[in-house]
């Protein structure tokens, strides 16, 4: 397997999964890894330096620490702009599935699932693939990498997205067409067709960036000298859909649940657990907190989330004659239990990122579900008017850490802030609501969850 994107989530998930595979005697499978970008060529030069080893922290909800050391990752490749030793990787033979972490954000995708050529990077990569060059998006890099396999005879292989993104190996797959056909390519279109596949995919693992104090308890705890451990909760679940071109790791020996649809399940994970949590990071720095699971253990904070998943999405995701396979319920209360982990300290400047990704992605589709059945949306209209207030704090410079947000148009969301009417500024932004933007009854439910939003800050002062 190639992955793309060494960063602490993939080391605490992925890899850590086919850790447990390697030692339940799966030595068939190993991981080689790389970035896109120059931004991390110290981590992997640290990587490079450990043989691919690191040490995984993991701790439970009641504060039970555990370690253990990572070895499935094989071979880090060092950053180079031409993203050689990835392409190479990439176009052998036995690499059989690439895999990749770019956050939600970095696939690019407007409100209909087509390139968003607004961004410029994305755009120099298009004109970069025409000429025939790798690119620094996760489009333009893989174009590159099959380009070169293709030419190679190197054979299927499956490319596996490992994002939040609701239906992300199908909605990746339409991404990756579109920016081969816009590069002119029409040999690796063809090619691309009848040579990959490229399955959805539910991940789940709190992962927050690790504490400076992280390598001194590990070495306390295991005498390990460790320059790039990473920590993470407990609680991990990966949802695959079975769909491999060129052969897969046993994953389902370790826990990993092999599925015909990932609908469902990932239905659930982003509404409930990705949702909630951007609402608590944004209502926790609202008030001065630093931390989720001070949020969470705030009344008022945990009311709202409660009240979201209860109110809005519980009824979305699970109707009379068509039930959840998801506990809802449940899955609810362990999120929340999970978001209560203090010994995680995952901080809201991490989870707070990306909110123009997240109001379209994670939080719309409620809104537009609960309208289309004609019921109320006070309770789901509290998450945009928490990133409202939240982006007003931005707007004036008065966060307390650096807010960043690939989807954000910083002009444009300034513009939103300075509006005589901020609320139906947000209301009526189609890159938030596509054709809700504007609608009546949005505009009200953001005007009421707006003043709510005003009085929790007053009384939280």
């Given at each position: ?64 620490y555990r370690y253990q050391r990572i070895e499935s990752i094989r ?102 067409l579109e920016f081969i056909e816009r590069s002119g390519d029409a ?275």
């Amino acid at each position: 397997m190639l992955h793309l994107g060494l960063g602490s989530f993939h080391r605490a998930h992925q890899a850590a999964y086919l850790q447990q595979l390697i030692e339940a005697g799966d030595t068939r499978w190993s991981l080689s890894g790389g970035n896109l970008r120059a931004d991390m060529a110290g981590l992997l030069g640290t990587l490079r330096a450990q043989g691919g080893r690191y040490t995984l922290e993991t701790v439970s909800p009641a504060g039970e620490y555990r370690y253990q050391r990572i070895e499935s990752i094989r071979e880090v490749l060092p950053y180079e702009p031409t993203l050689a030793a990835l392409i190479a990787r990439g176009a052998d033979a036995a690499t059989r599935v690439i895999s990749f972490t770019v956050t939600e954000a970095g696939y690019y995708l407007d409100a209909h699932d087509r390139l968003d050529l607004g961004f410029s990077d994305l755009a120099a990569d298009i004109e970069r693939a025409k000429r025939g060059g790798p690119g620094d998006t996760i489009y333009g890099a893989v174009c590159a990498i099959l380009r070169a396999r293709r030419a190679a005879d190197a054979g299927p292989v499956t490319l596996l997205c490992c994002d939040n993104l609701r239906h992300n190996g199908q909605r990746f797959r339409a991404g990756l067409l579109e920016f081969i056909e816009r590069s002119g390519d029409a040999a690796l279109r063809g090619w691309v067709d009848a040579n990959t596949a490229c399955p959805n995919a539910m991940v789940d693992r709190i992962t927050p960036r690790p504490p400076p104090e992280l390598r001194e308890r590990v070495r306390r705890a295991t005498g390990w000298i460790d320059a790039a451990p990473v920590t993470a909760e407990s609680f991990i679940q990966w949802v695959i859909e079975d769909n491999f071109i060129a052969g897969r790791p046993e994953w389902e020996r370790v826990g990993v649940q092999m599925v015909d649809s990932v609908a469902p399940f990932e239905e659930a994970k982003i509404r409930v657990l990705n949702a909630t949590h951007s609402c608590i990071a944004w209502a926790g720095t609202l008030i001065g907190l630093q931390f989720i699971h001070e949020g969470t253990h705030t009344p008022a904070i945990r009311q709202m989330a409660w009240d979201y998943v209860t109110d809005d999405v519980i009824p979305c995701l699970s109707q009379p004659g068509n039930p959840s396979p998801v506990d809802l319920p449940a899955y609810r209360d362990v999120v929340l239990e999970r978001f209560g982990n203090a010994a995680i300290r995952d901080t809201n400047q991490r989870v707070a990122m990306d909110g123009f990704s997240k109001i379209p992605g994670f939080i719309a589709p409620t809104v537009r579900e609960r309208l289309a059945q004609g019921q109320t949306i006070d309770s789901v209209a509290m998450l945009p008017a928490l990133f409202l207030a939240f982006l007003q704090r931005w707007h004036r410079g008065e966060l307390a850490y650096t807010y960043e947000d690939q989807g954000m148009d910083p002009a444009a969301a300034h513009g939103i802030c300075a509006a005589a009417d901020p609320v139906a500024a947000m209301g009526a932004d189609a890159g938030l609501w596509a054709e809700l933007a504007g609608d009546a009854r949005l505009l009200g439910a953001l005007r009421r969850a707006a003043q709510r939003v005003i009085d929790f800050q007053k009384d939280h002062s």
